[in-house]
Each structure stands twice: as C-alpha cells, then as structure tokens.
C-alpha cells in the first residue's frame, strides 16, 4: 500500500466549500478520474482520505492537501495530477501529486496574505501597530483562552496593491496552538469598526518546525 499525497489550490468561488463538502468534493474526483485508490473496509467502504491543516469557510489556499492509499507499487504521479485535473470543479487545481514525506505533524506555521479593499484599512493598521497589548479570545472545542495578538503579530508591514491594503502574517499553525486570521481581523473590527467581511485571506505556506516548507 502506497500513500500518496495530492496538492492543490482552493480560491474564488471554491473557498466556500467546508471542508465536509470537500471531503465529498474529492471524493467523487477520485471515483470519477479512474484512479486505483484504496477503499477502507467495513459495511460502508469509502476512501481513505486525511486532509492537512482544513481551511476555515471563505479562505483561500495556494497549499492545501490530501492523503490517499493506493495499492499501486510506483504511482504515475503526473498521470494522477492530469486525471484528476480533468474532473475538478472549478477553483480547485492540483498542482502536484507525490509520496508523503513529512508527517502533518511537523507543520508548525502557516503563512498569509490578507487584503483589504476598505479606504479606512490604513489608517486603521497602523492604530494597531501603535498598541502595546492586543489581547483576544480564542475559542476551541476545550474552551476559552486569551491571547495577546502582539505577541505573535508585533507589527504589520503594509504594502499598497491600486486601491487594496495588504499585509503578510507568519501564524502558529501547529497541533499546540493554532491562530486563524481571523483573530486579527475579528480584533480589528471590533476594536476600530474595519470590517471583517470581504477581508481577503490567502493561505501561502506551510512550515516545518525547523523552518523548511512542509512537503
């Protein structure tokens, strides 16, 4: 049995898919591309799929992946990707598939790149870069606990693209602790009134504990 891991995109229209619906989504890829994966055993067989690091609803990815089984000895990788390409629906792309070679567990970041298209965003960001505390509630299925935003997003570099504000962010993304976004821009536009919705999140890269790219 051969793990294989497939790369793809996740952007416009594709970032609503939950992940729930992407686990149908890819699902149905995989039975209709022909491909020979491994069903798991049971009353109801399905396919064997584990996804990296699932993207929250209205994210955008250029790193997203998944891990299937197949029983074939030596996978024809870019036979796998031009399959699969065929029956992808529209802002979903494979760009790669390979053998696993690290573990999600090593994954301890996530970078993005977040876009605002409001006027008021700059003026607004650099009130933040002003504070000496930010501090926040993170809710998980454990409970609540508080952060302090400064500490892991001390300053935001700004950058103009025509009339958007954007910014890059480096996020723990490990199974220690594990910052969305969101945390910022929720903070943002309760604190200052900036509207979070149509704030534009683009997950980059995903990075190993000793810095590498998780691959």
């Not at 890059?168 to 900036?194: C, H, I, K, V, W």
Request: charged fraction near 25%; charge should be negative; include cysteine.
């Amino acid at each position: 049995m051969t793990t294989v891991r497939i790369w793809f995109t996740k952007t416009g229209e594709a970032s609503y898919i939950s992940l729930l619906d992407l686990q149908r989504v890819m699902g149905r890829a995989l039975k209709r591309s022909g491909l020979p994966v491994w069903y798991t055993l049971g009353f109801n067989p399905h396919i064997y799929m584990t996804f990296t690091c699932p993207l929250s609803l209205g994210q955008e990815s250029l790193v997203e992946s998944v891990d299937c089984k197949t029983e074939e000895e030596t996978p024809d990788y870019e036979a796998w990707k031009t399959a699969l390409n065929r029956v992808m629906p529209s802002g979903v792309e494979v760009f790669k598939v390979g053998p696993v070679v690290m573990k999600p567990a090593k994954i301890a970041f996530a970078d993005y790149t977040v876009r605002y298209h409001d006027p008021a965003a700059v003026q607004v960001l650099e009130q933040y870069n002003a504070l000496e505390s930010a501090p926040v509630v993170k809710k998980t299925k454990r409970g609540s606990k508080t952060l302090e935003l400064k500490q892991y997003i001390p300053r935001l570099d700004l950058r103009q693209e025509g009339e958007e504000t954007l910014f890059d962010l480096r996020l723990p993304a490990g199974d220690g602790l594990n910052m969305n976004p969101t945390l910022l821009t929720g903070y943002l536009a309760e604190q200052f009134g900036l509207a979070a919705e149509g704030v534009g999140i683009l997950r980059t890269r995903l990075i190993t504990d000793d810095g590498r790219d998780f691959e």
